[in-house]
């Protein structure tokens, strides 16, 4: 059986990918399939805690039971949903494919075949919502015990990968961090997973392949336990 250690927590997860749309009918868009969040919110709900999903789009998965669905879009919709909804929880974790730029003009027309010019499409930064979120709770206006991201990183050998993951670690200041290796069928639109979860303490935690419920619950026993230590008196 599984534990019933996230018993009455509350816990928000973002999952998916955003799309920025850059005319009427089209978007610019990554391939995260929400998988990982989904399997997320779901070993949490089993393990006690109060689920809020802030999904974007994602494959056609089957919504967890006992979770409370919020559907966006965009990336400012994300984020809006994110700063929302993570008033008042204990564990925030970023697990969407957030888009780093969007295009400037999205209301126009739709772009057509007979465009003399397409023209260059112009695109604009996005917010970070994981650093924003790590700023509100250094501000004081977020009370989150635990604050998690996600990072896919390409690099061969995969000990470039788990390298790029500390710099990121101690860039987005965020408590843990998920290290995946991306590319060649690897993390995105897949069902399995594998990688390294940092914690902020410099402890590293290999996670061999295997399904995205089984990262999940690597990702939940490092919470729990930061949960249990500052517990103790
Ligand atoms: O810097 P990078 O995009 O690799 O960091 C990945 C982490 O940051 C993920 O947890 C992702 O959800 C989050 N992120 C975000 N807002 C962005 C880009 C990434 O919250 N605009």
Request: glycine share 10%.
């Amino acid at each position: 059986a599984l534990p019933r250690d996230l018993e009455g927590r509350r816990v928000v997860i973002s999952a998916g990918g955003t799309r920025e749309p850059m005319d009427p009918v089209r978007y610019l868009g990554n391939r995260s399939s929400g998988r990982q969040g989904y399997a997320l919110a779901r070993v949490a709900a089993h393990r006690g805690a109060h689920v809020t999903l802030v999904s974007a789009n994602t494959a056609d998965l089957v919504e967890p039971s006992g979770v409370r669905m919020v559907r966006v879009g965009t990336a400012e919709q994300m984020r809006a949903s994110m700063l929302t909804e993570s008033d008042g929880a204990d564990v925030v974790v970023m697990a969407a494919a957030v888009a780093d730029f969007r295009p400037v003009d999205r209301t126009g027309h739709k772009i057509k075949k007979t465009d003399r010019d397409p023209g260059a499409l112009e695109l604009t930064r996005n917010p970070d919502i994981l650093a924003e979120l790590v700023e509100a709770r250094e501000a004081g206006r977020l009370s989150a015990e635990v604050i998690a991201g996600f990072a896919a990183e390409t690099g061969d050998p995969d000990t470039t990968v788990l390298e790029h993951g500390r710099t990121k670690l101690t860039r987005k200041r965020c408590d843990l961090l998920v290290v995946n290796a991306v590319g060649d069928g690897r993390a995105f639109e897949v069902e399995d997973n594998d990688g390294w979860l940092l914690a902020a303490d410099g402890a590293e935690y290999p996670i061999l392949h295997g399904a995205k419920s089984h990262l999940a619950s690597i990702l939940w026993d490092a919470v729990s336990e930061q949960f249990a230590r500052h517990e103790k008196p």
